[in-house]
Nanobody, 115 residues
Framework: QVQLVESGGGLVQPGGSLRLSCAAS????????MAWYRQAPGKQRELVAR???????NYEDSVKGRSTISRDDAKNTVYMQMDSLRTVDTAVYYC?????????WGQGTKVTVSS
């Protein structure tokens, strides 16, 4: 059974930083493409960053230069370092694993950026 468990969310002031983690189990993590999505209140879920099984990363334009996605295959974990956080980054952040037609989601971790 695939399980993705996010952690690292919380309340942070504008300009602050957070590091999100997503620990995976039940899959051969190293062959999966991993991604972070977010869903702000009243909005659709959107892709934030993605990292392939080979380590190639891509970012949504609004987080480019402020966020870094990485993975540690030995720990079955994907991370996202978020810096210079803005109020518009407030959302629930979800971890997503894909391999072909296979797709799994975590339960999400809430990030609130507020002064």
């Amino acid at each position: 059974q695939v399980q993705l468990v996010e952690s690292g969310g919380g309340l942070v002031q504008p300009g602050g930083s957070l590091r999100l983690s997503c620990a995976a189990s039940g899959i051969i993590f190293s062959i999966y493409h991993m991604a972070w999505y977010r869903q702000a209140p009243g909005k659709q879920r959107e892709l934030v960053a993605r990292i392939t099984s080979g380590g190639t990363a891509n970012y949504e334009d609004s987080v480019k230069g402020r966020s870094t996605i990485s993975r540690d295959d030995a720990k079955n974990t994907v991370y996202m370092q978020m810096d210079s956080l803005r109020t518009v980054d407030t959302a629930v952040y979800y971890c997503h694993a894909t391999l072909g037609a296979l797709s799994s989601w975590g339960q999400g971790t809430k990030v609130t950026v507020s002064s």
